[in-house]
């Protein structure tokens, strides 16, 4: 049985919607551990729950405030210094 903890979260950045009006969004979000999920469930709002992965990612899923709608993402951690860099890539652009 594990505990549950209330954390306070810093910005949490959202994507633009799905039409290409809708402006990103920032907000923040009073989140709590229940088990093994990192969960954020504020009447009124999108829910959002995070979970480990055994890879070491998360996965994440996303319901609508009146819980009509669920989307789920696969995150993992990315090491910037694997990605080839503009100038190596032969881009003339970069300095």
Same mark, same amino acid.
């Given at each position: 049985?594990?505990? /549950?903890?209330?954390?306070?979260?810093?910005? /949490?950045?959202?994507?633009?919607? #799905? *039409?290409? *009006?809708?402006?990103?969004?920032?907000?923040?979000?009073?989140?709590?551990?229940?088990?093994?999920?990192? /969960?954020?469930?504020?009447?009124?709002?999108?829910?959002?729950?995070?979970?480990?992965?055994?890879?070491?990612?998360?996965?994440?899923?996303?319901?609508?405030?009146?819980?009509? #709608?669920?989307?789920?993402?696969?995150?993992?951690?990315? *090491?910037?210094?694997?990605?080839?860099?503009?100038?190596?890539?032969?881009?003339?652009?970069?300095?």
């Amino acid at each position: 049985m594990g505990g /549950v903890q209330t954390y306070h979260t810093g910005g /949490v950045v959202g994507e633009p919607g #799905i *039409d290409d *009006d809708e402006p990103a969004e920032w907000s923040r979000r009073k989140g709590r551990l229940v088990d093994d999920e990192f /969960v954020f469930d504020e009447k009124g709002k999108s829910s959002l729950r995070f979970r480990p992965r055994a890879d070491g990612g998360l996965s994440a899923t996303w319901t609508s405030p009146d819980g009509k #709608i669920s989307m789920e993402a696969g995150l993992r951690r990315l *090491d910037p210094q694997r990605f080839p860099r503009h100038a190596e890539a032969g881009d003339s652009h970069s300095q």
